[in-house]
């Protein structure tokens, strides 16, 4: 067995101490070049951050930070020089390069601390430079976020928001820190946040996304679709009662002028079988929307037609579908919802028919009429309305002779 001396070991300990001590080095030197290769200094100095012997060195940290906010600014300066946009890899180095400048900036100042001749802790020589760095780009946070959001990466854009969002009350930078903006921006930036983390949707993005809804509030910024995302965020994790909470608060600041709102108000209500207060909503809404309006108000129509509904009341169900049509002919769900109720009709009268000759008395024109509507509906709407070939197709092989053309036209679409 090869024996190895003590003094081998001590020496070969010493050459990997020196290696990754001349690693930083070497940075800090071709950072001081004319034209520093920024990217080629990131890679470079990035084992030195985890490695035993120098992760504890700011300048490390310091000199990873230094080459990210030259990357960036390289980057940044060839996009307002040049005709072309940055491509997408631009983007992405740049964004980053920014946002892990902060981050290492960071991680350096709590190491940059040294004891003065009482004993007290103070920032080191590097710490001024690096808090300097950041308050004069902190503005470029925002630019960097729009890169990353526009190269896809919205987890990177959401973090470099919140890195702007929360730097100046760091307590690291202390009365260094860089002045916050008005509550108005900072609310924007939230708002951008949610659409980032909706747009990321997974089980944590969207915790954050509505995690960011209240908050987005209380700077006051203005804008109807903080609300939407809110609701979507809730959504999406079966958050019920924030969905409602939410709808409620979306009602009361904008009333109808979207009825994504009221809609879940009323779907509240009937999921509770309030069919009483989800009916006053309705009628709340149409009586508020002017008739200029015909697409919500249709809308608004076609919801009352689905409360009448589901009290078993079809004749007042049709009555309000076919006024939703009538202020707003475009409106395919309208003819949809009007088919459904006569169609589900004919079957109720054929299950309940003496005999065939009954049936065909009752039943037919029921179904003659359902299917003109559900033909109608289809023509508005086919890309949302798919299943109307299939209802078509059983509807006219149920009508039997003298419709099995009809039967298969519609069995083939």
Known sequence: MKKFSLLGIC???AFAISAQTNVVKEVEQALKASKPDYSAAINKIKPALTDEATKNDPLAWKLAGQA?????????????????????DEKLAAGHGLLDCYNYYL???????????KGVMKPGKLTKGMIKTMNENYSQLQTAAIFLFQASDNQGAYDTWEMFLTLPTNPLLGKDAPKAYPDTVVG???????????????QES???????????LTTGYENPEVYIYGLEAARRLNDSISMVEIAQLGYDKYGTSNITFIGELINDGLNR???????????????????TNVV?????????????????????????FKKAIEINPENGKGYYDVARIIYNQAVRLDDTA??????????????LEAADYFVKAYELDKDNLTDIPNILYRLYYRLGDGYQDKAEEWQDK
């Open 354 to 367: 003496k005999d065939e000759a009954e049936s065909n008395k009752l039943v037919t024109p029921k179904l």
């Open 206 to 216: 969207n915790e954050r996304a509505l995690a960011k809804f209240k908050p987005t």
């Open 273 to 291: 079988n309030d069919y009483v207060s989800s009916e006053k909503l309705v009628r709340e809404a149409i009586a508020a929307t002017p008739d």
């Open 68 to 88: 990210g906010v030259g990357l960036y600014d390289e980057l940044f300066l060839k996009e307002q020089l040049d005709t072309a946009e940055l491509k997408k």
């Open 107 to 117: 991680t350096a100042i709590p190491l940059d601390r040294h004891p003065d001749k």
């Open 296 to 320: 919500i108000k249709g809308q608004l129509y076609d919801i009352l037609g689905v409360v009448y509904e589901r009290q078993n009341n079809d004749e007042g169900a049709i009555e309000n």
């Open 11 to 13: 020496l070969l300990g």
């Open 188 to 202: 924007q930036i939230m708002y951008y946040q949610m659409l980032a983390s909706l747009i990321e949707n997974n």
